[in-house]
């Protein structure tokens, strides 16, 4: 099956390839679509949303998109759909880290979780798909691998930190590891 992942981002791009071995899975740039799609909705949802009609009404192929929020107990669900942006407009992985450090210095409540929301655009049809993985936030940071907040959560029943396991144990608990596999079982029973 051939479909479209609406991202630019290569880390991902490679760890859904992983999940999805038997589909024809092409990012942005390898389609040749060199856009930056707007991320204006106000949650989690509506975002994968307008990401994948994007692609869907401008360029009608299958697709799907998807958008992550790390959702902070104690910031009452902080930064969530701002994760990208969290420590303001032009920051990097790098100043978000720093800004969650600094807000929960003194913080023993430090639960946390990742949450997925994908949409899938199916022949006209949508789909959405949620994965969850809960942690807490670390005090320093653990490992160098991954990318975003992976060297400051440790997943819950784990002793690393994202950053520290390999992309292939990372994707068997993700939030989006989840999501997608429940993407791909979806997409099995379409096939059968
Ligand atoms: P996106 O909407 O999927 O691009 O995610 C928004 C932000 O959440 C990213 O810029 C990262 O800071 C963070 N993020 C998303 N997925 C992960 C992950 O798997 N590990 C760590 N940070 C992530």
């Given at each position: 099956m051939k479909m479209i992942f609406a991202t630019n981002n290569a880390y991902k791009l490679?760890?859904?390839?992983l999940a999805l071995p038997d589909m024809e899975?092409?990012?942005?740039q390898e389609a040749g679509i060199?856009?930056?799609i707007p991320e204006t909705g106000i949650t989690l949802e509506e975002n994968a949303v307008i990401k994948a009609r994007f692609i869907y009404s401008k360029y009608g192929v299958n697709c799907f998109a998807d958008d992550t929020g790390l959702e902070v107990q104690v910031l009452n669900g902080a930064p969530g759909v701002f994760s990208a942006r969290y420590a303001?407009?032009?920051c990097d992985f790098g100043d978000n880290n720093e800004k969650l450090l600094k807000e929960l210095e003194s913080?023993?409540?430090?639960?946390?979780?990742?949450?997925?929301v994908i949409c899938l655009i199916l022949d006209g049809q949508e789909f959405l798909f949620e994965g969850v993985c809960k942690g807490e936030i670390l005090n320093a940071y653990h490992g160098k691998d991954g990318f975003g907040y992976d060297p400051i959560?440790?997943?819950?029943?784990?002793?690393q930190s994202f950053a520290e396991m390999t992309l292939h144990a990372k994707n068997e608990i993700s939030?989006?590891?989840?999501?997608?596999?429940?993407?791909?079982?979806?997409?099995?029973q379409k096939k059968n």
């Open positions: 490679k760890e859904i390839k899975l092409k990012g942005l060199m856009v930056d303001g407009p032009n913080e023993n409540n430090r639960l946390a979780q990742f949450r997925t959560f440790k997943p819950s029943g784990f002793k939030h989006r590891g989840l999501a997608v596999q429940k993407l791909i079982c979806f997409l099995k």
